[in-house]
């Protein structure tokens, strides 16, 4: 693993180690991850190997699946220098989003992977996206 990568900490990073410390800060976790830019891997369709492009949501592609529990989830990273430490030798492409979008179009059965393969990984269930999705109130402007 980069140890650069460990020893600079993101919001994302920061707002877990406060819930881990003291759960009073749930609500400040939830809503700095649902405000989060992630990155998220993607195959484009008609390739057999990315190219570190990143893609957007007019493009084919089908994002990576991991096997969890009983069931499948997608990892996610608040830096793309995370998602190709993760990546490993893999070449791949991404798709860069926020992550309130992302639970909008996400199959509602799916789990997230947070910085899958760092020190700040987290997993967020089916379930608990379920209460973010919920819980998500539009904004309309003054």
Do not use: C
């Not at 881990?20 to 991850?33: A, C």
């Not at 998220?40 to 529990?69: C, H, I």
């Not at 997993?123 to 379920?130: K, N, V, Y």
Request: charged fraction near 25%.
């Amino acid at each position: 693993m980069n140890e650069n990568l460990e020893a600079s900490q993101t919001p994302l990073d920061e707002a877990l180690q406060s819930v881990l410390k003291d759960r009073k800060y749930t609500n400040f976790f939830y809503d700095t991850f649902l405000n989060a830019t992630v990155f998220l891997p993607v195959q484009k369709e008609g390739t057999q190997e990315g190219s570190w492009q990143e893609l957007d949501m007019q493009d084919r592609f089908f994002p990576y699946f991991l096997s969890f529990e009983n069931g499948r989830a997608i990892p996610v990273f608040d830096t793309l220098d995370r998602l190709k430490d993760w990546a490993q030798n893999k070449t791949l492409d991404y798709l860069k989003i926020k992550t309130h979008v992302l639970l909008k179009i996400l199959d509602p059965k799916m789990a997230v992977l947070i910085n899958a393969g760092t020190s700040f990984h987290y997993t967020l269930t089916s379930e608990i996206l379920e209460v973010l999705r919920s819980s998500m109130k539009p904004v309309t402007p003054v």
